[in-house]
């Protein structure tokens, strides 16, 4: 039920989660010596090992007994929000800019909460407007700087349908899992987290080495037998992405699906790039230009008017209810 006690505890989840998620822009840059989809792998073995020895101890205590259609449900999720999300991700990185790629994934908090609604008609799409437009201007005044570095148009366009592939493929999940939680209300936030987690280690298992072949030529084995500060950066690193990354953020993430509106939640995904971008200058130990904090004041803006607009009409419909 949408109440204003729902709204403030999903949203305190949501944030929770985003603040968690933003550090999977500042741990890798402790982690120089090993490439993405080494960093990737690592994380999400992590995240596998944990969830399976949650799954082993849920299941000798006769508590974790879900049918094989939630098992189906979860192994095509973890795919599309794992594998195939970070595998587009890459590739947009690597054939178009970082710039241009941010800017389009970076759009997901509009088409989650355009698309949500659609599915669900939670709001006017009038209401939906104003905020979308503060993001994409958000978005744009901080990645305008970068804007024109570019490759080969050829590599380019496969590097921009990629990014586009990525942010669909988000936008659809963050839906979806949405609406399968409150569908669904047997299914614990925890146990989610934990089938998402062993199906992706499924996935991990069979197309990890596949993706290790591919980038066989980018990847030094020998750096894994040579103990030292690198490794072990590499080894807490990955543990971290995938212990609170993953399972911990997909948790807290889980939980505030369950109390939020489905277009309030993508807006709220937006502070994942905010606390990721606010994390990267305490790394670099530097205030953002005027330029980026002009739009990252416009981010800010167009969340607490998305939050303020579904706060005021719960609060009518309780008024009205009363």
Known sequence: MKTSSNIFKGTIYALSACLIWG?????????????????????????????????????????????????????????????????FVILALRNSTPAICTLILGICPITIAFYGNWRTKECSYKSLIFPSVLILVG???????????????STYFFGLMCAVLALLGWSWYVVANSAFLKKNPEVDSGDWSTLIGVSTLFWVLILGGVSL??????????????????????????????????????????????????????QLTIFETLFGICYVYLFEQRLPPTLEFTGIVLLVSATIYGIRIFSHSTQAEEGVAI
């Not at 989809?37 to 090992?49: H, N, Q, S």
């Not at 030529?217 to 995938?242: A, H, M, T």
């Open 139 to 153: 978005l744009i005044i901080i990645n305008a700087p970068h804007l024109s570095e570019t490759t080969s148009p």
């Open 213 to 266: 072949g591919f980038f066989e030529g980018q990847v030094d084995f020998s750096k894994y037998d040579n103990e030292g500060p690198e490794l072990y950066n590499f080894l807490i690193g990955c543990g971290f992405l995938g212990i609170f990354c993953s399972w911990v953020g997909g948790f807290l993430w889980n939980k505030a699906s369950l109390y939020l509106p489905v277009s309030l939640a993508g």
């Open 23 to 87: 550090l999977i822009f500042i741990v890798p840059l402790f982690m120089e010596s090993f490439t993405p989809i080494e960093i990737a792998l690592g994380r999400y073995l992590t995240y596998g090992g944990l969830s399976m020895l949650i799954l082993i101890k849920a299941y000798f205590q006769r508590r974790f007994f879900y049918p094989i259609a939630i098992w189906v449900r979860a192994l095509g999720y973890s795919f599309v929000c794992s594998i195939g999300y970070y595998t």
